[in-house]
C-alpha cells in the first residue's frame, strides 16, 4: 500500500472485470455478508447482492469469523489468472449492528457529492 493511497469504497457486485475499480493493488474497502471462511488457507467469502468476492485475511489478528455475521475489509485487490479478484485484506471487523440499505444509501450520496465537486471545479 501506498501512504495516501485513496481507498475507494466499493460493492461486491463492482468488482468485475468492466469496472473502474477492478484494477490490481487498488484499494478497497468493501462489505459483504460471510459465506464462508477456511481456517487453513485463511480465505474468506463473503456475498452481496448475490455476487461473491474471496478475502486473504492472512493478515489479520484478533478477528473471529462467524458464517452470515456482515464484515467490512480494507485492503488491495488482486487480480489472478481467468480475472479471479481476491482482496489481500489489511484490515477487517465485524459490522453486524450496520444497516446496510442506509450503508447503501451513504456510498450513492458520497459519489453524486464526489461528482459534483469535481464538476465544480472542472468548470
Do not use: C
Not at 487480480?79 to 482482496?87: K, M, P, S, T
Amino acid at each position: 500500500m501506498v501512504l495516501g493511497a485513496t481507498v475507494m469504497t466499493t460493492y461486491v457486485v463492482e468488482l468485475e472485470p468492466s469496472s473502474p475499480f477492478f484494477k490490481g493493488g487498488q484499494s478497497l474497502r468493501v462489505t459483504g455478508r460471510l459465506e464462508s471462511y477456511s481456517s487453513e488457507s485463511a480465505i474468506a467469502v463473503i456475498v452481496d447482492g448475490g455476487v461473491t468476492l474471496r478475502v486473504d485475511t492472512q493478515h489479520l489478528r484478533d478477528i473471529n469469523f462467524r458464517i452470515s455475521s456482515i464484515y467490512q475489509f480494507i485492503g488491495e485487490l488482486k487480480i489472478q489468472e481467468g480475472n479471479q479478484a481476491i482482496l489481500e485484506a489489511r484490515i477487517g471487523r465485524n459490522v453486524d449492528g450496520m444497516d446496510l440499505n442506509l450503508y447503501h444509501q451513504s456510498i450513492q450520496l458520497r459519489r453524486k457529492f464526489e461528482a459534483d465537486l469535481t464538476k465544480s471545479k472542472t468548470t
